[in-house]
T-cell receptor, first 113, second 114 residues
Framework: KQEVTQIPAALSVPEGENLVLNCSFTDSAIYNLQWFRQDPGKGLTSLLLIQSSQREQTSGRLNASLDKSSGRSTLYIAASQPGDSATYLC????????????FGKGTRLSVIA | SQTIHQWPATLVQPVGSPLSLECTVE??????LYWYRQAAGRGLQLLFY??????ISSEVPQNLSASRPQDRQFILSSKKLLLSDSGFYLCAWSVRPGPAYGYTFGSGTRLTVV
């Protein structure tokens, strides 16, 4: 059974710092991996999706990498801003893609001005 | 473009009362549909998913049920709510197949059972 772990559970950084959020998964036979952002009391907003054949994806100040063989993904946020404060969730989709997403518990990020 | 609607946004219900949460998707056909619950301090828990009309898979045995009466409509129900049913309920959809496509989530329903 796939398990997804995110470390750290919470992170506080000063504005302007570059930071890395970690995600690990136990079964490397994934279909794709998706990073989401969740603001308090809100739904999930998709940030980046990495297909199993890809190594990384970039969107603005965000860069997500995938190392399937080691069961790891990282989300890199450059030049952090207070508006980046949110919970970041990693989720993997298995096999042929018909099985549902499995989520980590998230990393709660606070960027201090 | 595709959109997902979920309502109501907030709901306070007494223990033992029924529940009906609705989710609809626009701009796509034959989506996979999902219900997740997020309890305080816990991760996202998959409750039900559906790959077609009338096809429902349950992940967690409980007093909740789901139905898909139309292609783009997904309903979460309960006959009698428990205190433990409180949480944030999220509906999501995805296309099938397509590794380049991910999940899109609705804005969620905050359910408080009192």
């Amino acid at each position: 059974k796939q398990e997804v772990t995110q470390i750290p559970a919470a992170l506080s950084v000063p504005e302007g710092e570059n930071l890395v959020l970690n995600c690990s998964f136990t079964d490397s036979a994934i279909y794709n991996l998706q990073w989401f952002r969740q603001d308090p009391g809100k739904g999930l907003t998709s940030l980046l999706l990495i297909q199993s054949s890809q190594r990384e994806q970039t969107s603005g100040r965000l860069n997500a990498s995938l190392d399937k063989s080691s069961g790891r993904s990282t989300l890199y946020i450059a030049a952090s801003q207070p508006g980046d404060s949110a919970t970041y969730l990693c989720a993997v989709r298995q096999g042929t893609g018909n099985t549902p997403l499995v989520f980590g518990k998230g990393t709660r990020l606070s960027v201090i001005a | 473009s595709q959109t997902i609607h979920q309502w109501p946004a907030t709901l306070v219900q007494p223990v033992g009362s029924p529940l009906s949460l609705e989710c609809t998707v626009e701009g796509t056909s034959n989506p996979n549909l999902y219900w997740y619950r997020q309890a305080a301090g816990r991760g996202l828990q998959l409750l039900f998913y559906s790959v077609g009309i009338g096809q429902i898979s349950s992940e967690v045995p409980q007093n909740l049920s789901a139905s898909r009466p139309q292609d783009r409509q997904f309903i979460l129900s309960s006959k009698k709510l428990l205190l433990s049913d409180s949480g944030f309920y999220l509906c999501a959809w995805s296309v099938r197949p397509g590794p380049a496509y991910g999940y899109t989530f609705g804005s969620g329903t905050r359910l408080t059972v009192v």
